[in-house]
């Protein structure tokens, strides 16, 4: 079992950048394929980004594709996920979550899940 808690989440102005933390629990994070969601008011959770166990392939969504990565450090039991270019479309609540498959873009398929970060860029 491994809990998540996101931070570094806060306003910023368009073109700016911020880096969230999603810090892990227990001796088992390096087992874990990690996934950062977003959500924004009034629509469904999306996938933004996940990253294998070994830090080695990742996978973006195509609205943040050369904005954003993805990282991990396991010695740290810490994933990260630095934003760049930053729109107001990428204002909502970023949720960091663990799966024990591989990553996906599917919610369902993740284990656990942190509180969420709340990141709000204006215009």
């Known amino acids: 079992q491994v809990q998540v808690v996101e931070s570094g989440g806060g306003l910023v102005q368009a073109g700016g950048s911020l880096r969230l933390s999603c810090a892990a629990s227990?001796?088992?994070?390096?087992?874990?394929?990690m996934g950062w969601f977003r959500q924004a008011p009034g629509k469904e959770r999306e996938f933004v980004a996940g990253?294998?166990?070994?830090?080695?392939?990742?996978l973006y969504a195509d609205s943040v594709k050369g904005r954003f990565t993805i990282s991990r450090d396991n010695a740290k039991n810490t994933a990260y996920l630095q934003m760049n270019s930053l729109k107001p479309e990428d204002t909502a609540v970023y949720y960091c979550?663990?799966?024990?498959?591989?990553?996906?873009?599917?919610?369902?398929?993740?284990?656990?899940w942190g509180q969420g970060t709340q990141v709000t860029v204006s215009s």
């Open positions: 227990g001796r088992t994070f390096s087992s874990y394929d």
């Open positions: 990253i294998s166990w070994s830090g080695i392939t990742t």
């Open positions: 979550a663990a799966t024990k498959l591989r990553y996906s873009d599917d919610p369902g398929s993740y284990d656990y």
